[in-house]
């Protein structure tokens, strides 16, 4: 009962692994490429059909010439040598066009489904919840969340891709030439007849019972020898990329680990991922040396196992060489047929591997997304859409935002502020006041109630992001650079007091990491001034400017708002930039035990002229 209970298992989960593949692959085989990828499919799938047909003529061809050359019948040898000639030609031209068009749909697949998960990615800031989700209540790495997505749309859809149709085919061409071949093996192998307790008995077709028990065999020991290697590829693949993270973070955070002379630390840092990526590989290593030891043992017996059950026939000479040598043959294209899991264990283990990770990075893209219509859904959090709000004021109403780890941070608050009424944030570190501003902006997944952006707003986050590339691409981002005029930009250079940058708009570099921070600010608010926002929601956005430029820089911010008949919300520490807000929002620290961390106390501030 204990083995049916663990086969029932196995084929459960068998039928698991093949509904993922399914879910996985379908969809570029429906989508607007259908055709095309269905196409080259098909003529993959005939030219695989096409090479089986080709080694079934050989296969005769193999009985024929060795016969001749057993009978010296030179005639026949020279007529043999003429049609391999021919046969060969077409064996070549059917494998070199099985080679070009599966990598062509390999590539068209990857690239399908590179462009669909970069879509799926980076809509709805599948992204930035994503990354969200990955801490746990107890504030740790969540063991149930994607790691390094990065690296599962790179290199794991290229891997799926790859091996989903080279396994594939594989297996097409292996039940194919199973199915062309063991008619001949059965007519050549003839019976084999024995004694056994005075009766008489004969095997039919006994070299294809011999080549499904001694690959039956086969398989399941390649199986239980090759089982780990799942679990150890799909650690790999996790360690691997853990590794290259860790060092495009050092390279992007090069000055400040300099400056800290952190590079002992790091230095730590990346031999502890690469020990783990080292003490994986070596355990996987050894697992594939267990079955390689048995592998390369099963195809050499292979090589001479139907040589050793035919030979009694051959020497009584109930069949002549030719016969002998196409039983071999018709021997050996069973017995790959029936070894393909032995052959390609090692294949199927890194593509179950690969096929859980994209799984996963699937289940939680779908998860994070549904989560956040169910929301809109029931009213617990306003769309973000600025076309949709249409609102000219700010608003939020019965707002509860949460924290990752569960603890409830601000409960059931209303704020508005309209057009004129320039907002300061202010509280302790740590009190939530950047969190204020993702709800605001309708990106916080843990929030509830309902917010109302103004139509046309803007934000300055603590640390703005500049792609790699030019510097006017960086200034214009996300818009097209080419939207503004060349005046334009440099005009907004120079009221963000970067003048210097003017003459550089068409430089390439990576501008997070050559400007300084006070620099990376400036051209922040240089982005805002060029894109002239009614609203402007500013998040530390002078803290590493001095206070005379600071000044400045929120003098040219206030009198845009004033001009554009809007408003400037602000989180800043510094009492000078109080000076600059005619209301105040304060995050209190509530007493222990309330339902909150903290509540907001709204104040007023004197405006400056």
Not at 272 to 277: D, E, H, I, K
Not at 449 to 477: E, K, V
Not at 550 to 576: F, N, Q
């Amino acid at each position: 009962m204990n083995l049916l209970s663990r086969l029932a298992h196995k084929f459960s989960d068998f039928r698991h692994f093949g509904a993922r593949v399914w879910a996985l692959s379908a969809p570029y085989f429906r989508s607007e490429d259908k055709w095309k990828a269905r196409g080259l499919l098909l003529a993959i799938v005939l030219l695989n059909l096409g090479a089986v047909y080709m080694l079934v003529l050989l296969n005769d061809w193999n009985r024929v010439f060795y016969d001749a050359l057993q009978n010296k019948n030179a005639a026949v040898f020279w007529t043999q040598l003429g049609r391999f000639t021919y046969l060969a030609f077409a064996f070549i031209l059917i494998a070199v066009y099985r080679f070009y068009l599966t990598q062509l749909l390999e590539v068209r697949w990857r690239a399908w489904m590179t462009t669909h998960y970069l879509q799926r990615w980076l809509a709805d800031h599948a992204f930035y919840k994503l990354e969200l989700a990955r801490f746990s209540s107890a504030g740790k790495n969540s063991a149930n969340t994607p790691d390094n997505p990065d690296q599962r749309i790179q290199e794991d859809i290229n891997l799926f891709t790859s091996y989903s149709i080279s396994l594939s085919m594989g297996l097409l061409n292996a039940v194919v030439t199973l199915l062309s071949f063991v008619g001949i093996l059965w007519s050549l192998s003839g019976a084999f007849a024995f004694t056994l307790g005075g009766s008489s008995y004969s095997i039919p077709g006994f070299m294809v019972w011999m080549a499904v028990l001694y690959c039956a065999v086969g398989s399941l020991i390649t199986h239980y020898i090759g089982r780990p290697q799942i679990r150890l590829n799909y650690q790999q693949q996790r360690y691997e990329a853990d590794f290259r993270h860790h060092m495009v973070r050092v390279r992007e955070y090069s000055e400040s680990i300099a400056l800290d002379k952190g590079e002992a630390v790091e230095r730590v840092q990346l031999d502890t991922r690469f020990a783990a990526v080292l003490g994986n590989y070596i355990r996987l290593i050894k697992k594939q040396k267990n079955l390689v030891w048995f592998t390369n043992f099963f195809g050499q017996a292979a090589v001479v196992f139907p040589f050793i059950v035919a030979a009694p026939r051959f020497f009584s000479g109930a069949i002549q060489l030719g016969e002998l040598m196409q039983i071999a043959s018709a021997f050996g294209r069973v017995q790959d047929s029936l070894s393909w899991l032995v052959d390609n264990y090692s294949s199927l283990a890194a593509w179950r591997a690969t096929t859980d990770r994209l799984t996963s990075f699937e289940d939680h893209i779908s998860s994070v997304v549904q989560q956040g219509r169910a929301q809109a859904a029931s009213n617990l959090i306003a769309t973000d859409d600025h076309s949709v709000t249409g609102a000219d004021a700010l608003s939020a109403s019965h707002l509860t935002l949460t924290l990752p780890t569960g603890a409830t941070l601000l409960s059931d608050l209303s704020l508005q502020a309209g057009p004129g009424e320039s907002v300061l944030v202010k509280g302790p570190s740590g009190s939530g006041k950047s969190t204020l501003f993702r709800a605001l902006a309708g990106i916080w997944p843990f929030a509830k109630g309902r917010t109302r952006l103004p139509a046309d707003a803007m934000f300055i986050p603590q640390r703005p992001y500049f792609p790699d590339g030019s510097l006017r691409d960086a200034l214009a981002y996300p818009q097209p650079a080419a939207q503004y005029s060349d005046e334009a930009l440099k005009r907004a250079l120079a009221d963000a007091q970067l003048s210097q940058l003017a003459s550089r708009l068409d430089d390439k570099d990576a501008w997070s990491q050559k400007l300084s921070g006070g620099e990376q600010q400036r051209l922040a608010i240089a982005r805002v001034l060029l894109k002239k926002p009614t609203w402007i929601f500013a998040d530390e956005a002078t803290s590493a400017l001095d206070e005379a430029a600071e000044k400045t820089l929120y003098e040219k911010l206030m009198a845009h708002v004033k001009t554009m008949h809007g408003s400037l919300v602000s989180i800043a520490h510094r009492p000078s930039v109080a000076a600059f807000h005619t209301r105040r929002w304060e995050l209190e620290k509530m007493p222990e035990g309330s339902p909150a961390l903290y509540r907001i106390q709204e104040r007023q501030v004197q405006e400056i002229a």
